[in-house]
């Protein structure tokens, strides 16, 4: 069982920057491949990035790709997600998961959601 807690999201103008950060209990993190989705007003739910579980391999959605950066410390049991130059569309509820199967764009490779954090950018 791994629970998620995601924080960092705000308010934020465009070409501004945040980090958001996805906090895991749980002994077993470091087993898990972890991806950040996020869900657009009125839109459905769609991949951002990934992460394998020693950190070796990243998947990045092409809209993202170049402004964003997922890192991961197992020790601290934490998955991180930097964007910068934030655009308006970037808007979403930003969520984390933990899958035990191949990093994975999918949202059904993953087992465990958090609970999401609101990332606003403003134009």
């Known amino acids: 069982q791994v629970q998620l807690v995601e924080s960092g999201g705000g308010l934020v103008q465009a070409g501004g920057s945040l980090r958001l950060s996805c906090a895991a209990s749980?002994?077993?993190?470091?087993?898990?491949?972890m991806g950040w989705f996020r869900q657009p007003p009125g839109k459905e739910r769609e991949f951002v990035a990934a992460?394998?579980?020693?950190?070796?391999?990243?998947l990045y959605a092409d809209s993202v790709k170049g402004r964003v950066t997922i890192s991961r410390d197992n020790a601290n049991n934490t998955v991180y997600l930097r964007m910068n130059s934030l655009k308006p569309e970037d808007t979403a509820v930003y969520y984390c998961?933990?899958?035990?199967?191949?990093?994975?764009?999918?949202?059904?490779?993953?087992?465990?959601w958090g609970q999401g954090t609101q990332v606003t950018v403003s134009s």
């Open positions: 749980g002994r077993t993190f470091s087993r898990y491949a």
């Open positions: 998961a933990a899958g035990v199967s191949t990093t994975s764009i999918r949202g059904n490779d993953y087992g465990y």
């Open positions: 992460i394998s579980w020693s950190g070796g391999t990243t």
